[in-house]
T-cell receptor, first 112, second 119 residues
């Protein structure tokens, strides 16, 4: 089962680009990588999902190298409202099991 | 409005008193899941369900039961709660298992959470 490792916390100033890296050394061939955002006292919210190379949507970009052992969530020009915990999630879809393992999350603090 | 609802939102109970936390989704999703969230440990999956009558264990299933008799409902049952089950619980659903190979965009929709305290 693929486990994930992320930095516990990060600080950034408003307007800067933020990159959060997640390590998933044991990722399986069929696994996708998903990132969620969580504000205090709320359920997590989907940000982006990818399998390999680069994925971009209106909120973020996701970079996945060829070996897929890590992934990087990139948030362009963060604002105070981006202060949240960001989770990396790797889905395990082998042998009929669809268990999901979240990382412990990265607490991003955006500073004015 | 498409949503996942949980009840109750807050619950304080005593050790050993059976309780059920309900979860319901109105999006006709196949996959449903329960998570607990504890400080420093992030989100951990308790149980998940691929469809009606199909459930399986997640990372931390001990002390919990689930059932999936209807597609929209996925209750979490604590037969004999203990203080170490004090936590914030989230229910989630998605059209199919998130991250399933060959498929894209199966994001999970999370409920608002249930804060449980067992004394």
């Amino acid at each position: 089962l693929a486990k994930t490792t992320q930095p516990i916390s990060m600080d950034s100033y408003e307007g800067q680009e933020v990159n959060i890296t997640c390590s998933h050394n044991n990722i399986a061939t069929n696994d996708y990588i998903t990132w969620y955002q969580q504000f205090p006292s709320q359920g997590p919210r989907f940000i982006i999902q990818g399998y390999k190379t680069k994925v971009t949507n209106e909120v973020a970009s996701l970079f996945i190298p060829a070996d897929r052992k890590s992934s990087t969530l990139s948030l362009p020009r963060v604002s105070l409202s981006d202060t949240a915990v960001y989770y990396c999630l790797v889905g395990h879809s082998g042998a009929g099991s669809y268990q999901l393992t979240f990382g412990k999350g990265t607490k991003l603090s955006v500073i004015p | 409005e498409a949503q996942v609802t949980q009840n109750p939102r807050y619950l304080i109970t005593v050790t050993g008193k059976k309780l059920t936390v309900t979860c319901s989704q109105n999006m006709n999703h196949e996959y449903m899941s329960w998570y607990r969230q504890d400080p420093g440990l992030g989100l951990r999956q308790i149980y998940y369900s691929m469809n009606v009558e199909v459930t399986d264990k997640g990372d931390v299933p001990e002390g919990y039961k689930v059932s999936r008799k209807e597609k929209r409902n996925f209750p979490l049952i604590l037969e004999s709660p203990s203080p170490n089950q004090t936590s914030l619980y989230f229910c989630a659903s998605s059209p199919y298992p998130p991250g399933l190979a060959g498929e894209w965009g199966y994001e999970q929709y999370f409920g608002p959470g249930t804060r449980l305290t067992v004394t």
